[in-house]
Nanobody
């Protein structure tokens, strides 16, 4: 049974930082590229950061490039998102998933709120 459990969200002031974690289980983690998504209220879920299966190749949406860093630990089946210089427009629920034609069932996500 595939499980994706996101954590690390919270309330942070503009300019602050957070580190999100995603614990994956039930599938061959190292066989898949992994991706972070976010969904803001009233908006569609969007892809923001992708990391390849190995060697750490990454890609970012323009909205987070230079501020967010995705990483993974294949030994622990974990993927991370370091978020710096946070802005109010980063407020959303953040999710992780494998890169595949049909995503695994979504986890509960972790809420990030950027507000003063």
């Amino acid at each position: 049974q595939v499980q994706l459990v996101e954590s690390g969200g919270g309330l942070v002031q503009p300019g602050g930082s957070l580190r999100l974690s995603c614990a994956a289980s039930g599938f061959s983690f190292s066989s898949y590229a992994m991706r972070w998504y976010r969904q803001a209220p009233g908006k569609e879920r969007e892809s923001i950061a992708t990391i390849a299966r190995a060697y750490g190749s990454t890609d970012y949406a323009d909205s987070v490039k230079g501020r967010f860093t995705i990483s993974r630990d294949n030994a622990k089946n974990m993927v991370y998102l370091q978020m710096n210089s946070l802005k109010p427009e980063d407020t959303a629920v953040y999710y992780c998933n494998a890169v595949r034609s049909v995503p695994w069932a979504w986890g509960q996500g972790t809420q990030v709120t950027v507000s003063s």
